[in-house]
């Protein structure tokens, strides 16, 4: 479902790939993986940090005087969105800003709470650059926009649904542009621990310790990584990266807080509403949301089963080499989408053989806790 087409007029981003959208696609184009072993209170754990190049570009902005107490997830989003703005020419601050987190200032806040617990007192700044909406607002401030800022989290669907509320007021005619995406930095001891205590972190050592898509698996393998990653977005243009050309959306009723159901119903619901209008076999590939859990990568396969049948696309993901990036993430499977539709080939995983049919639309899907999925039909110019 979609009233008018909108175009991704430019995209960023910071990640275990590099810095900026041209090394996303050339560290696609390697078949090896991001993930380190790094240490924490509890022991090592598997983490995928950013490139060496776009942990640089965020250890200078915060050198920038304003920014010197700013968590790592605000950092990030302004490192990318600075990236995308400038090659969208988005200089004059006539647009609006919605980037989201699944959690936000995840390390500062927990410094902040540990100092309060050993000594009583906190720093006055810890509230303003605690709050979730301080990621757009930084970054508004950061780029001058004039626009609406909005901040929100809707754990790991949060940047698609940060896609889809800049599309709603483009469409809504209540904005021309809006900066969309998501920024995460999930690598401290308590979020990982989180994971640990679910029984859903990887801890294997093997030559693919996330085995995000290996539909046979019998053990958990999801891995946390950090990124930011953005679009601009515009009202149909030709001059463009790519364009949106289906939306969907849509919650399902949970048994359990961390489930979906066994044939993810969400996704199924999410899927039809965004290829409303086309033929199965007109998706050339799906980038699945598939995070590396047992459960989490069947339940989506099977949803993609029933609504494609005999038709199922090349199926793909980013979770196995660069993990999940919790509100990132969604956005950054979209930054995949469209680097398969720029080079027109197939980026595939180490799990699956198959063979590439040309690729000019792609199905890009987003699930996060709670149960909401979102599905984004990307295509060609």
Known sequence: MLLQPISIVSLASVSPLGLGFDAAEKGYARDSH????????????????????????????????PYRHLDKSVLMAIAASRMAAWDAGWTDGKFGINIGSSRGATAIFENHHKEFLETGYTHTRTSPTTTLGNISSWVAQDLMAAGPDISHSITCSTSLHALLNGI????????????????????TSFTIAQMNAMKIYSKRDEDFPCRAMDFGKRYNSMILGEAASVCCLEAGTPDALARISGIGYATEKLTHSTSISADAECF???MSMAIEGLDTSDIDAIVMHAPGTIAGDKAEQAAIEKVFGNNVPLLTGNKWKIGHTFGASGMLSVEMAVAMIRSGKFIGVPFLDQQDGGIKRVLVNSVGFGGNAVSIVVESR
């Open 268 to 270: 199924q619901k999410s």
């Open 34 to 65: 991001k993930f380190k072993k790094s240490h924490f209170s509890f022991g090592e754990a598997w983490v995928a940090s950013l490139h060496p190049e776009a942990a640089a570009e965020v250890d200078a902005i915060r050198s920038e005087e």
């Open 168 to 187: 709603a007021w483009i469409q809504a005619g209540m904005a021309d542009r809006f900066l969309v995406g998501g920024s995460e930095a999930p690598l």
